[in-house]
């Protein structure tokens, strides 16, 4: 597979599995405030991406 930005390298598909795996042991609870963490994360990342632009 062709390694492009939106493909996951082989050790973010290993780290997505870890993730998933751990997360199928969650409650409800603690994966409603992981994804919150995570999608926060993200929006500081865009953040980030966007001033190192201008």
């Known amino acids: 597979m062709e390694n492009t930005p939106s493909n996951l390298t082989l050790e973010q598909q290993f780290e997505m599995k870890r993730i998933r795996d ?17 999608s926060r994360l993200l929006m500081v990342k865009t953040n980030v991406v966007r001033s190192l632009g201008k």
């Open 22 to 38: 751990a997360a199928a042991n969650m409650s409800r609870e603690q994966a409603l405030e992981l994804l919150i963490q995570a």
